[in-house]
């Protein structure tokens, strides 16, 4: 049974940082690319940032490039997303989500997700 838990998030002031992390089982996590995307109140769910499967390609939205940071630790089947100057408009709940030897942006094509954290970022 796969399995994706993410941890990490909270409320914090524009400004701060936080790191989420997404533990995987139940799968030959260094053969899956993992993204994470957010979801906020009545808004779409977004593609934030991705990693494929030996951490050598990342991708990011337009939005977070230059304060996220996507990583992975394959022994530990863990990924990591280092946000730093958050803003406001980053809260949201975070999922991280998995497709095996993919390369793509698209969460209709993943297909493993966790439940999500919550990233509330005041003024």
């Known amino acids: 049974q796969v399995q994706l838990v993410e941890s990490g998030g909270g409320l914090v002031q524009t400004g701060d940082s936080l790191r989420l992390s997404c533990a995987a089982s139940?799968?030959?996590?260094?053969?899956?690319?993992v993204g994470w995307f957010r979801q906020a109140p009545g808004k779409e769910r977004e593609f934030v940032a991705r990693?494929?499967?030996?951490?050598?390609?990342?991708d990011y939205v337009d939005s977070v490039k230059g304060r996220f940071t996507i990583s992975r630790d394959n022994a530990k089947n863990t990924v990591f997303l280092q946000m730093n100057s958050l803003k406001p408009e980053d809260t949201a709940v975070y999922l991280c989500?998995?497709?095996?030897?993919?390369?793509?942006?698209?969460?209709?094509?993943?297909?493993?997700w966790g439940q999500g954290t919550q990233v509330t970022v005041y003024s």
């Open positions: 989500a998995a497709v095996r030897l993919r390369t793509t942006s698209r969460p209709s094509e993943y297909n493993y």
């Open positions: 139940g799968l030959t996590f260094n053969a899956y690319t």
């Open positions: 990693i494929s499967w030996n951490g050598g390609t990342t």
